[in-house]
């Protein structure tokens, strides 16, 4: 048979999302198809941004055997967009769709574009048994593992391909199809040393939750870290690893490793605050990290408990400690408004954060997100069984990329308070740790804090007198809202006994 026969062209394609980052599983399954020796190019939406007038022209003039989309399941509706615009100009070409738009809702987004396959999980190899399907010019897919896929009008799942054991078995991502020159202008390099994640938060989506984490050898890291340093000097390295820090010898081997080839890079990664000690923080500071991701998400043990986190409010002010002493960048997010949440446990968390905000002055990167009920993780199931989704492909289109920035919305409510006040609870948190300001207690707080900059920086008597009007204005309406009396402000202002005030 002739070898062009045997080879195909595909685009891989990159949809926009709220955050222009190097989309590093597209890149896995690059590398994949390069190998069997497949023509491989990716169509970047999410670097270039393109108005879809645009995509649409671009995706006319193209001429692909496969297409493939691979994103989050926020790019769910662009997904869709993508597929139909795909079988509009090129019937006959095969989509094939991947990441948790597939792996988590693959019968709702088959049956509502025009995606032909969903892969489930890890796809590198899976997309090779896909495209020698392919060139065989067969569409029963039946035979190939770890797919949801189309025939004859119906929706048929294979079945389950088992996780990657041997990670080393997988090919270097091939970063090379991207527009390198463009995204090192950020200054960073996403690298996978592990898979997997053995904890079961309640809010969390892994397509193998709960299963063993795979770790790339120690040789095969240092051996990708040279190709970085060789091809892009001067960047800093982003391990995109759920938990690196979970095997304490591993990291301390990837360390020895660092240091006996003598790469001087500067990496991050991400952490838990139950597996982090002294001997290993030390150690990741001298090879090199400068910060560290925690996912700390309450400063209340009840809600700890309530999400199954496994971690204590104790091992995070532990965590924070090392971190400040070694002066470590701890980046924190904090989730508000889970199960069980309300002013009191809210008002746990705010005092957390400002206790460490004082000893660590530069503990600045906080976030702050609400619970999103994303399909397959256990509050996605609560919340259709206690009748708080009314229609789930509403909800997953709420799941738009502009939800998930600073101006996120509110999709379901799983607090104990009301949707309006859980809001501008978040708000109010928010504007604490943006304003950098801490005072007697959390009411003056929010309300000063907003406003203490821009008096002190306001241009002319006129200017000040009017934002310190608009300050006492706003900070009487803030108590209105909490229905707090006078006498209840003044016994927060002097007492900042919290436990005796009956928040609404």
């Known amino acids: 048979m002739n070898s062009d026969l045997t080879k195909l062209k595909i685009l891989l394609i990159n949809p926009p999302t709220s955050v222009v980052l190097l989309n590093l599983g597209l890149a896995y399954i690059g590398a994949s198809l390069l190998e069997e020796g497949h023509k491989v190019k990716i169509l970047d939406l999410n670097l270039n941004r393109y108005k879809k007038r645009k995509v649409k022209k671009i995706l006319k003039r193209t001429k692909y055997d496969v297409y493939g989309i691979g994103c989050m399941i926020v790019a769910y509706d662009y997904t869709v967009f993508l597929s139909k615009i795909i079988k509009k100009y090129h019937p006959n070409s095969l989509i094939v769709a991947g990441g948790s738009v597939a792996s988590s809702i693959p019968e709702i987004l088959l049956s509502t574009s025009k995606v032909d396959i969903a892969v489930l999980g890890e796809g590198e190899f899976t997309i090779k048994d896909i495209t020698k399907k392919k060139i065989e010019n067969d569409t029963d897919y039946s035979s190939i593992d770890g797919i949801y896929f189309k025939k004859n009008g119906?929706?048929?799942?294979t079945k389950d391909r088992n996780p990657i054991e041997n990670l080393d078995s997988i090919p270097i991502p091939a970063i090379h199809l991207y527009n390198m020159k463009a995204y090192m202008k950020l200054r960073y390099y996403p690298l996978c040393t592990t898979r997997g994640c053995p904890f079961h938060c309640?809010?969390?989506y892994h397509y193998y939750k709960g299963y063993k984490v795979r770790r790339h050898s120690t040789e095969r890291i240092i051996k990708e870290i040279k190709l970085i340093q060789q091809k892009y000097k001067n960047s800093s390295i982003y391990i995109v690893d759920d938990n690196f820090t979970l095997n304490k010898k591993f990291v301390l081997d990837f360390c020895?490793?660092?240091?006996?080839?003598?790469?001087?890079?500067k990496w991050t990664a991400s952490s838990r605050v139950s597996v982090i000690d002294e001997e290993l923080i030390k150690r990741m500071k001298e090879c090199g990290c400068f910060?560290?991701?925690f996912g700390?998400?309450?400063?209340n043990q009840t809600i700890l408990n309530n999400i199954k986190k496994q971690t204590t409010v104790e091992q995070a002010k532990n965590?924070?400690?090392l971190c400040k002493k070694y002066r470590m960048l701890?980046?924190?997010?904090?989730?508000?408004?889970n199960q069980g949440e309300n002013y009191r446990t809210a008002m746990e968390t705010y005092r957390f954060i400002k206790e460490f905000y004082q000893p660590i002055s530069f503990l600045k990167s906080f976030f702050f997100f609400l619970p999103i009920p994303f399909p397959k993780t256990e509050i996605y199931e609560y919340a259709k069984k206690n009748g708080l989704i009314k229609n789930e492909l509403k909800l997953i289109k709420s799941f738009k990329n502009e939800n998930f920035d600073r101006h996120q919305s509110l999709t379901v409510n799983f607090s104990e308070l009301s949707d309006k006040k859980l809001l501008q609870l978040k708000i109010s948190l928010e504007r604490l740790i943006k304003s950098r300001i801490f005072f007697k207690n959390y009411y003056l707080d929010i309300v000063l804090g907003k406003y203490f900059k821009i008096i002190f920086y306001s241009k002319g008597l006129k200017a000040k007198i009017k934002n310190i009007l608009k300050l006492f204005y706003d900070?009487?309406?803030f108590s209105i809202f909490f229905k707090l009396n006078l006498f209840q402000i003044f016994k927060l202002l002097f007492t900042q006994n919290y436990g005796e005030i009956k928040f609404p």
Not at 154 to 157: A, E, L, R
Not at 256 to 265: G, I, M, R, S, T
Not at 296 to 299: H, Q, R, T, Y
């Open 154 to 157: 119906q929706i048929i799942k």
């Open 202 to 204: 309640t809010f969390c």
């Open 291 to 293: 910060a560290l991701q």
């Open 256 to 265: 020895d490793a660092l240091e006996k080839e003598n790469l001087k890079v």
């Open 475 to 477: 900070y009487y309406h």
């Open 319 to 321: 965590a924070l400690l």
């Open 296 to 299: 700390i998400e309450s400063g």
């Open 330 to 337: 701890p980046m924190c997010s904090f989730i508000i408004g």
